[in-house]
């Protein structure tokens, strides 16, 4: 049963922005800090956002910091990652997990889901 489901991501050109989405038909997402994380080929999966579940607090890794906006919609059970700005470093697989805190390291995050593709080209 799939229990997270990624949604936003596609081609875009640098400079550009989309919205990637995560939502859950089996979780409360507000009961849950949840993170964000990318991996490109041939790279370790690195994390680039997370918000915790109490007080909503948002952190950022040094490579998206000031062009990625983490934030969430509880009416509609769904936590966005806005991404402005794109550079094709950028371009990965991009994943949101569900853990109890929020963290850094993909371990520490119990669900998973199974990505949505973002590439950054001209």
């Known amino acids: 049963q799939v229990q997270l489901v990624e949604s936003g991501g596609g081609l875009v050109q640098p400079g550009g922005s989309l919205r990637l989405s995560c939502t859950s038909s089996?979780?409360?997402?507000?009961?849950?800090?949840i993170g964000w994380f990318r991996q490109a080929p041939g790279k370790e999966r690195e994390g680039v956002s997370c918000?915790?579940?109490?007080?909503?607090?948002?952190l950022y890794a040094d490579s998206v910091k000031g062009r990625f906006t983490i934030s969430r919609d509880s009416a509609k059970n769904t936590v966005y990652l806005q991404m402005n700005s794109l550079k094709p470093e950028d371009t990965a697989v991009y994943y949101c997990?569900?853990?109890?805190?929020?963290?850094?390291?993909?371990?520490?995050?119990?669900?998973w889901g199974q990505g949505t593709q973002v590439t950054v080209s001209s």
């Open positions: 089996v979780f409360t997402l507000d009961y849950y800090a």
């Open positions: 918000i915790s579940k109490s007080d909503g607090r948002a």
């Open positions: 997990a569900a853990g109890l805190w929020s963290s850094w390291f993909p371990n520490e995050y119990d669900y």
